[in-house]
């Protein structure tokens, strides 16, 4: 009798989630359902996403609803980029307040998009910003080291902030997180300059163990995110810190656009997709963008011909450009602009998906 209630159990779970069809946030395990659902769009579609899309933009600032992208194409963006700088105050980096960030996370999960979440850490000891290389000493912060305590008092902070990350129901929210990101530029104090490759592999391995393994988070795909520093996949993986700790395979890259060397921007995603299929990981353009559009019609005329130069790279699962913070230093169009019609024709293309687009895959 039991074993017959077992049985028919099965086959009304599987007739729910059947029903259900496919949805990005399906399935028992949340980061599970996700990287699920990034691999089978691979080919298909090309997410497109937006750093601090929902928080403010051109002429506005914490308006609920508004977002830029939507301004301009009439959609949401299909991937939301945060960023946990200075946690702990009351604001981030970039002066949206966490709890904010919060809202806007749970919002554009509820929407179906998908979250990702960067950290411009400060040092933990004199807790100068990521930029300030100024007594930096890695092996201090690391296990063993004198200032131990602190590094995992700032990570205690990112655990709390990722774990209250639920929805309506309680369940977690899953989140591509990107921490030590562009580690073989000289510029963050976890780069080349102040970190050797070891003392960087330990970082980010101490990191990921203790979110999953002591603080028991299970809401995370991880990214592993170098800059363009690198020439090969020997070179992409000079800093890799293991198979067992790494979900997606990233690139951030401005400076093949700067320097008008498109050619070089797929031989590097060329490395990161070719790495990513090897090793059964999801491969992204997790951060790019052309600072105040001064690149004529930069979405169709640079951006989209990296993405679909070749079958390879029209494989990577999501692109996210940087924020909109004003008409100094702005990555997306605003509806006046004079490449908003461009950035429409960019996102009308049949592999590039907004929020919208992803909801036509579940009907
Ligand atoms: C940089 C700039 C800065 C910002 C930082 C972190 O690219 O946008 O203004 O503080 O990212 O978001």
């Known amino acids: 009798m039991r074993r017959l209630f077992f049985y028919l159990s099965l086959i009304l779970l599987s007739f729910i989630s059947c029903s259900q069809g496919k949805n990005v946030h399906d399935s028992v395990l949340p980061a599970t359902a996700l990287k699920n659902f990034l691999t089978d769009i691979s080919g298909k579609a090309i997410l497109f996403g937006h750093q601090d899309d929902l928080a403010y933009g051109i002429g ?11 301004r301009t194409t009439g959609s949401y963006p299909a991937v939301f980029g945060w960023d946990l700088g200075n946690i702990g105050d009351v604001k981030n980096l970039d002066g ?13 999960h509820q929407l179906g998009g998908i979250n990702t979440i960067s950290w411009h850490a400060r040092y933990p000891v004199t807790k100068y910003d990521s930029w300030n290389l100024t007594s930096i000493d890695i ?12 590094f995992v008092k700032e990570l205690d902070l990112v655990a709390g902030f990722l774990s209250s990350l639920k929805d309506d129901s309680g369940k977690s929210i899953p989140i591509i997180f990107r921490p030590w990101h562009e580690m073989y530029g000289n510029w963050f104090w976890w ?14 391995r101490f990191t990921v163990e203790y979110l999953r393994n002591v603080k028991g988070l299970r809401n995370l795909l991880i990214a592993f995110s170098p800059d363009k520093g690198f020439n090969s996949k020997e070179d992409y993986l000079k800093r890799y810190p293991g198979d067992d700790v790494v979900d997606v395979l990233g690139l951030d890259d401005y400076g093949g656009f700067k320097q008008n060397r498109l050619d070089l921007i797929v031989i ?17 353009f997790t951060e790019t963008g052309n600072d105040k559009l001064n ?3 930069w979405y169709t005329s640079n951006l989209l011909q990296v993405l679909k130069a070749s079958e390879k790279t029209r494989s990577i699962s999501y692109v996210l450009v940087w924020r ?7 990555y ?17 293309d049949k592999m590039i998906f907004l929020l919208d687009d992803i909801k036509t895959l579940n009907q």
Request: proline fraction near 6%.
């Open 191 to 204: 780069g080349s300059s102040a970190c050797s490759d070891k003392e960087y592999r330990q970082l980010f």
């Open 268 to 284: 590097r995603l060329g490395i990161v997709i070719d790495l990513a299929k090897e090793r059964g990981k999801i491969s992204a």
């Open 139 to 150: 092996p201090a912060i690391l296990p063993g080291g004198q200032s131990h305590y602190l």
């Open 295 to 297: 690149i004529n019609n």
């Open 96 to 108: 949206v307040p966490f709890d904010s960030i919060k809202a806007y996370i749970k919002r554009a």
């Open 60 to 70: 506005w600032n914490s308006i609920p609803g508004e977002s830029d992208v939507k």
């Open 332 to 348: 997306v169009p605003w509806p006046g602009h004079e490449q908003a019609e461009d950035f429409r024709t960019f996102v009308n």
């Open 324 to 330: 909109n913070r004003d008409e100094k230093h702005f």
